[in-house]
């Protein structure tokens, strides 16, 4: 069975008869004729009824029922043909919270990169609520969210699992650097605080008050770094932010006592799934978090 046999079929059921399904391929009426003889007998059974002097054809039962079967064929044919050209041309959309990206992607991304050249990325921060809405639009593959929500038609899967940290200059100076910093130890007027998660609001609300007001408030990660280089200030971030922070600020990272429970950071998949590129992308991110000994891979 070839492509030239069932496309000569599939034409002499759209133009409904041989000759001008012949004029339509650019072919000789006797060489279609063989290429239909040729399909019958390898399937066993007549497709098409033929008549003297009748120029219109007529279908067989097993004919009208070889229809469907025929297109299904002819459109896997072409997938299979064209799979060099979707492999080189293949798009992986991605989005992640930003501190996540800040912290974690650069070098997932260029591991990903150096293993799969042929395949592209397209990467936005969004918040997790937005991501939501790109997955399930499909215009997104993989998300990768903090604060987990209900979706019908996106997967909401967890990642990993990692503590939450204080980060301060000369804040702490003078205590036990291995004990942890309690939150009765804390001025919430001179927090820089982020949006981590609602489970941390719910414990920031408890140890400070709902109406406390922070030194500075910030919705973005990248800005993080620079109110930290002053000295009368503190931040509670997670643990992967703490040690990219106190590695290049060179500020001391502090367990805390009575602290926010872990954050969980979920990956959500797309509506239109991509599973051997987006298995690809997944398997270097949990590479890089197993480098991480505050880490618990999910």
């Known amino acids: 069975m070839t492509l030239a046999e069932i496309g000569a079929f599939l034409a002499i059921v759209k133009y409904g008869s041989i000759s001008q399904a012949a004029a339509e391929l650019y072919i000789t009426q006797p060489a279609l004729s063989r290429h ?10 007549r497709l098409v009824i033929r008549s003297k002097g009748v120029r219109s054809i007529e279908l067989t039962g097993e004919g009208r029922g070889f229809i469907p ?16 050209d979707l492999n080189r041309n293949h798009t992986l959309n991605l989005s992640s919270v930003g501190s996540v990206s800040t ?12 293993r799969n050249p042929e395949i592209s990325l397209q990467f936005h921060n969004y918040h997790s609520l937005e991501a939501y809405g790109y997955a399930e639009k499909g215009e997104v593959d993989v998300a990768i969210i903090s604060d987990d929500m209900f979706s019908k038609h996106v997967e909401t899967i967890p990642l990993f699992r990692e503590p939450m940290v204080c ?15 309690s939150p009765e130890e804390l001025n919430p007027d001179k927090e820089v605080r982020l949006p981590w998660n609602p489970e941390y609001d719910i414990w920031h609300d408890y140890w400070f008050g709902p109406a406390s007001q922070p030194k500075v408030f910030l919705d973005q990660m990248s800005l993080l770094e620079g109110f930290l280089e002053r000295e009368d200030v503190w931040a509670v971030m997670p643990a992967s932010a703490g040690a990219a922070i106190s590695s290049k600020l060179g500020l001391k990272v502090w367990e805390l006592k009575d602290g926010p429970p872990p954050r969980i950071i979920y990956y959500l998949l797309g509506k239109e799934k991509k599973p051997v590129v987006t298995d690809l992308f997944l398997r270097c991110v949990k590479e890089e978090l197993g480098k991480r000994d505050y880490i618990q891979v999910m």
């Open 36 to 45: 239909l003889s040729a399909l019958e007998k390898e399937l066993g059974y």
């Open 69 to 84: 079967v025929a297109e299904q064929l002819k459109r896997l044919w072409n997938e299979a043909k064209n799979l060099p």
């Open 103 to 114: 912290y974690l992607l650069p070098e997932v991304f260029r591991n990903f990169m150096d």
């Open 167 to 181: 980060l301060g200059n000369e804040l702490f100076s003078g205590r036990d650097s291995e004990k942890p910093v």
